[in-house]
C-alpha cells in the first residue's frame, strides 16, 4: 500500500528556533494536512493545503507556521520560533480529494521536543 | 461544547468480550463519519467509514444516530490485538471537509 513518509522522525531543538518537519505524500494525492498530538491530548488539526495554497487552518497555526510544497513530492510545516508548548507529535496526512468518506493517509510522524 | 466527545475509558475487557464505544458531535451538519484505531505513539489508521445505515467489516460494527448526533462502533469477540485507542472522526465544523478527532477511547484487552 502507498505510504506517507515523514522525516525526521525525532527533532530535538531549542527553544526560538527554526524547525522544518517534511513530508511526502502520497503521489496521486491532491490534499494535504498537518495535525498535531500533544502527550496524552487529541490529534488536532492544523492545516489542509491544496492547489499550492492554505484551503483551511485552524487557530493553533498562528504567524509561527508555514507550509509549503516545494517541489512535487514534499510538502513541509516551519515553525519559525519554537516554543516549548510546541513540544508534540506532528502527522502528515493526504488523501485523494475531499469527498464524502475519503479517507486520510497518515505519516508515522515526527517528535518535536523543544527544551 | 466540545465538537466531538468520547468517553476516553479505559475499556478493560478480557479476550473474546463484546464491547461498544460511543461518539457525539455536535455540528449537526456534519456528513462523513470514520473511526480510526491509534496505537501508542503510532499514527492513527483507518478502521472503517460510518455510514447511515450502519456498517459491518468482520468483528466491527458502526452505527450513525444523525438525530441524537452520536456513532458507535462495536467489536465483538475482542482479541489481545485490539488493545488500543479508538479515535472517533468528523467531518466539519462548519462543513468543511477537515476531519476532526475525537480524544479518543483507550481499550485494554486481557488475557
Known amino acids: 500500500e502507498p505510504e506517507v513518509t515523514q522525516t525526521p522522525s525525532h527533532q530535538v531543538t531549542q527553544m526560538g528556533q527554526e524547525v522544518i518537519l517534511r513530508c511526502v505524500p502520497i503521489?496521486?494525492?491532491?490534499?494535504f494536512y498537518w495535525y498535531r498530538q500533544i502527550l496524552g491530548q487529541k490529534v488536532e488539526f492544523l492545516v489542509s493545503?491544496?492547489?499550492?495554497?492554505?484551503?483551511?487552518k485552524s487557530e493553533i497555526f498562528d504567524d509561527q507556521f508555514s507550509v509549503e510544497r516545494p517541489d512535487g513530492s514534499n510538502f513541509t510545516l516551519k515553525i519559525r520560533s519554537t516554543k516549548l508548548e510546541d513540544s508534540a507529535m506532528y502527522f502528515c496526512?493526504?488523501?485523494?480529494?475531499?469527498?464524502?468518506?475519503?479517507?486520510?493517509?497518515f505519516g508515522s510522524g515526527t517528535q518535536l521536543s523543544v527544551l | 461544547r466540545k465538537e466531538v466527545e468520547q468517553d476516553p475509558g479505559p475499556f478493560n475487557v478480557p479476550e473474546g468480550a463484546t464491547v461498544a464505544f460511543n461518539c457525539t458531535y455536535s455540528?449537526?451538519?456534519?456528513?462523513?463519519f470514520f473511526w480510526y484505531r491509534q496505537d501508542c505513539r503510532k499514527e492513527p489508521k483507518l478502521l472503517m467509514s460510518?455510514?447511515?445505515s450502519g456498517n459491518e467489516d468482520g468483528r466491527f460494527t458502526a452505527q450513525l444516530n444523525r438525530a441524537s448526533q452520536y456513532i458507535s462502533l462495536l467489536i465483538r469477540d475482542s482479541k489481545l490485538s485490539d488493545s488500543a485507542t479508538y479515535l472517533c472522526?468528523?467531518?466539519?465544523?462548519?462543513?468543511?471537509?477537515?476531519?476532526?478527532f475525537g480524544r479518543g477511547t483507550s481499550l485494554i484487552v486481557h488475557p
Open positions: 460510518v455510514y447511515s
Open positions: 455540528n449537526s451538519a456534519s456528513q462523513s
Open positions: 493545503f491544496y492547489n499550492n495554497e492554505i484551503s483551511e
Open positions: 503521489s496521486n494525492h491532491l490534499y
Open positions: 472522526v468528523v467531518n466539519g465544523p462548519g462543513g468543511s471537509y477537515i476531519p476532526t
Open positions: 496526512a493526504s488523501s485523494r480529494d475531499t469527498s464524502t468518506n475519503e479517507k486520510l493517509f
